[in-house]
């Protein structure tokens, strides 16, 4: 129904009422596939005859409508520019300590050693920091008790499933030297997924939702607010640095691009695979 004036669709997008008038009229609205999936509801706005289900990621990578796991946050952000620049921030997280300095521990991004693979359904980047010093984020995370005066290896999971999902792992523990190798690895700590959801809604805007799946302190919802909290403050930072980013319809970085050729670090390797992954999925729908 149509909250202005409502008139009133079928199924199809067929008016078949307008209050105002006796009856519909000849005229329909273009519908598209949603499936909905636990906490997310997913839109098909392409080809229907291309519209695969079984394209969703899976959600048992990520904790999601999982047993065993509970979920924290679902917030929603309204971004002012495109979604290309929110993914490359999230893929490339050497900028903790700098954006999110009163994050402890955001430093140890600036380390280690990174690597990316291609799963079924994603394009992942494994980042491992050895000989890490435990912080005091852990200790909000798992409480003083689960402290160790021994240095730990800290994994950090990136999924990139799509340009409308991207889920990366909080820091997920393990003994010295041990590397994850995908999302059911032990670890000697719970795990905690930070799930970053994003919908177009103009070329210079983006929907942007958050939330967090986690397998520890499951009935703690104090703690699960607590999270969500910390969660909310990290994702504003991003938007305003983003949109600081952003000059009227022409982002600074475009601006920039014109004039000189853009400054590559090693840290970007899995934003430029994700440029590439993304630049392929509009040739192959094209």
């Known amino acids: 129904m149509c909250g202005y004036h409502g ?4 199924a199809k997008g067929k008016c078949v009422c307008i209050p105002s008038q006796k009856g519909g009229a000849n005229f329909e609205q273009p519908t598209y596939l949603l499936v909905e999936k636990g906490y997310l509801t997913w839109i098909w706005m392409g080809d229907p005859e291309k519209a695969d289900p079984n394209l969703i ?12 796991w509970a979920v924290s946050g679902g917030d929603y952000f309204h971004l002012k520019a495109r979604a290309q620049l929110l993914i490359d921030n999230i893929m490339d997280l050497t900028h903790l300590p700098h954006i999110h300095h009163h994050v402890p521990g955001g430093d140890t991004f600036l380390s280690g050693k990174r690597k990316v693979v291609e799963t079924d359904f994603s394009l992942r980047q494994l980042h491992v920091m050895t000989d890490q010093p435990w912080s005091d984020f852990f200790n ?35 003994d010295r030297g041990v590397e994850v190798e995908d999302s059911f690895s032990e670890t000697t700590h719970g795990k905690v997924n930070f799930i970053h959801g994003m919908t ?4 210079n805007s983006t929907h942007y939702f958050g939330m967090q799946t986690l397998n520890f302190r499951l009935d703690d919802e104090a703690f699960g607010r607590a999270l969500g909290d910390v969660d909310v403050t ?17 982002t600074r970085v475009d601006w920039a691009s014109g004039r000189q050729k ?3 670090a090693v840290a970007d390797r899995m934003a430029s695979r994700v440029r590439q992954k993304i630049k392929s999925m509009l040739e192959l729908e094209s």
């Open 7 to 10: 008139f009133q669709f079928d």
């Open 57 to 68: 990621p899976p959600y048992e990578s990520f904790g999601l409508d999982q047993p065993g």
């Open 140 to 174: 909000f995370l798992w409480g003083q008790e689960s402290a160790t005066s021994n240095t730990v290896t800290i994994n950090s999971m990136t999924d990139f499933y799509g340009p409308e999902l991207v889920r990366i792992s909080g820091p997920w523990l393990t």
């Open 200 to 203: 177009l809604e103009t070329d």
């Open 234 to 250: 990290i994702r504003l930072q991003d938007v305003d640095a983003i949109e600081a980013v952003k000059n009227g319809g022409i």
């Open 262 to 264: 853009e400054l590559v």
